[in-house]
Structures are given as C-alpha cells and as structure tokens.
C-alpha cells in the first residue's frame, strides 16, 4: 500500500512556479556563499527544506534527498549549536523523513520522524508536530502498521483540533480509510 493519501498540489502551474522561485533562491543564497558573502544558516535551512517539500509533493524525491542530503551536515550542526530551536530545523527534518518515506525507505524514515516529533515538542511548535504525526502516520499504514498508524493520526488530530488546524480534515480522512482498511485487514 503505497502513497496513502498523499499531497498532490491542487494548482500545478502555481507549484511549478512556486518551485522556480525557491530554486532562484537558493541559487542566489549558495552564489552569495560562493562569493564569500555572509548567509544567514538558517534562512538558507529554510528555503532547502521548503524546496524539498515542494518537490516531494510534484513526486521528485529523488532529487529532493540529494538536496536535503547535502545540507544534512549543516542541518545536525545547526540542531546541536545553540539551545534555541529552530522551527526551520524541524521543516528541514520532516522533509527529510517524507523523502525517505516516498522512496520506499521507511525503516530510515522511521527515526527521523520519531526525532523530529520530540524535538519540535520541546519547541513548542505544534503545527508542524501534528504534521510530522500526520506524515509518520501515513509511513505507519504503508508498512500496514496500523495501530501505530492510528495512534499518530489521533495525535496530530488533537493538535489540529486545539489549533483550529483545518487540516484535521485530512487527519480526519486518515483515521476514515484507516478504518476501512482495517475492515479489510
């Protein structure tokens, strides 16, 4: 079971565009670098990750984990330099895992998603923890690990809810066909 309720964009010409942008971006910041110029670590985590995200969901993951992949070592420094945490790390990590996940490479996944849900609990982010449950969630029942699965989704649901989230919709949708699933299970 591949692909459980993934993300397509519902505007592909404004994806593309939107995909464009961050690639000038990040060429810019990585030209600037080049150069010798100061660039702000994590302005440059930010547009990586928003990046990868953005080619996840038009279904280059591949190329999404090279990107995420040559910047991990300023990812991991950046999580261990200072005691503040960065919501940027935590979109640059769930990412990460997404890519992995996408790949077939769940086991790899696994971790990070784990990782990633701790450390932006600590940080008090709860948009992007319900959505990293939300993502682990959707790994879980492609490994038809269902309890798992439905303990993440009702995680994230709660978040969502507390938040007035309206993607506890999706999250809602999840908890539907995982139900379904598990009739047929």
């Known amino acids: 079971m591949t692909e459980f309720l993934r993300f397509t964009a519902p505007d592909p010409e404004a994806h593309a565009r939107s995909l464009a942008a961050l690639r000038e971006q990040l060429a810019l910041l ?5 150069a010798g110029g100061a660039v702000d670590e994590m302005s440059l985590l930010e ?18 984990l090279q990107l995420l992949q040559a910047h991990e070592a300023l990812a991991e420094a950046a999580s261990h330099a200072s005691p503040v945490l960065h919501e940027a790390l935590g979109w640059f990590w769930c990412a990460y895992a997404t890519a992995l996940q996408y790949l077939g490479q769940r086991a790899e ?11 932006w609990e600590a940080g008090g982010w709860a948009r992007l923890r319900a959505m990293v449950l939300q993502h682990w969630g959707r790994s ?6 269902f309890d798992e699965a439905e303990s993440r989704f009702n995680q994230a649901l709660i978040l969502r809810v507390q ?10 949708e999840a908890l539907a066909l995982l139900a379904q699933l598990r009739g047929r299970a």
């Open 109 to 119: 996944a696994e971790p990070i998603f784990a990782r990633t849900v701790a450390l």
């Open 140 to 145: 879980l029942v492609e490994q038809g690990r």
């Open 163 to 172: 938040l007035q989230d309206p993607k506890q919709a999706t999250t809602r």
């Open 47 to 64: 547009v990586v990750a928003d990046l990868a995200g953005l080619l996840i969901t038009a279904r280059h993951e591949d190329e999404a």
């Open 30 to 34: 990585q030209a600037r670098a080049e």
